[in-house]
């Protein structure tokens, strides 16, 4: 039986907005240049994500080392750029009053998780937050999976885990929890149907 549904973020419960990428390459102030400068900020975030760097540090070396005239808290708003899936949320929501234990998992740097936690209002929809900075462990690293069962007290069999990333979802079921791949064009509706046939929820027949 099912006792909790871990919930990825980017791609199941929340998007970049629109204005993120765009964003981002004004960064270079060459357009030729980029995605270079995009890859190395990506690169830089990676240590971050498991809480061995920190982000405002790794990021202000990047833009340093590329001589960009954006300073780094104005960079870092870049990262903030979020908008939330308020349908599949209330899913969630309903999930949670009915006694089923929600969490998300997802990889994040400190500084975009305490923004979700907080602004986004994380902490207080979830019963759980589990970011990759907090585990040290990020996906698709088993380990990462195995801290979460850890800190749940719960055997892989009662936990469902749902990503939009195949490898994730292989990872995750390699270690005994049960995971579905999140097809992004499903939404709100799409969420049901799958919570449905692990008898999660019940949806009313259309008239």
Not at 10 to 26: F, K, N
Not at 107 to 112: E, G, W
Not at 179 to 194: D, I, P, Q, S, T
Request: charged residues 25%; glycine residues 6%; negative net charge.
């Amino acid at each position: 039986m099912i006792s909790a549904v871990l919930f990825d973020a980017d791609g199941v419960i929340q998007e970049p907005s629109a204005a993120w990428r765009p964003a981002l390459l004004a960064l270079a102030g060459d357009g030729a240049r980029a995605e270079e400068l995009l890859a190395d900020i990506f690169a830089a975030e990676k240590p971050c994500l498991t809480g061995v760097q920190d982000f405002e540090t790794a990021l202000a070396e990047v833009l340093l080392r590329w001589n960009c005239a954006t300073n780094v808290a104005e960079a870092l708003q870049i990262w903030t750029m979020i908008e939330r899936d308020d349908q599949i949320l209330n899913v969630i929501s309903r999930l949670r009053a009915d006694g089923i234990h929600v969490a998300l998992a997802t990889n994040q740097q400190a500084h975009r998780a305490d923004f979700m936690s907080k602004e986004l209002g994380y902490s207080k929809l979830f019963d759980d937050l589990f970011y990759s900075c907090e585990l040290g462990q990020a996906k698709p690293d088993p380990e990462y999976f195995l801290a979460i069962l850890d800190r749940l007290g719960l055997a892989g069999e009662n936990v469902l885990f749902i990503d939009d990333h195949e490898s994730n979802v292989r990872a995750a079921l390699s270690v005994g929890l049960r995971a579905r791949v999140f097809k992004k064009n499903c939404r709100a509706e799409g969420l049901l149907g799958l919570l449905q046939e692990y008898d999660l929820v019940t949806i009313a027949p259309k008239n």
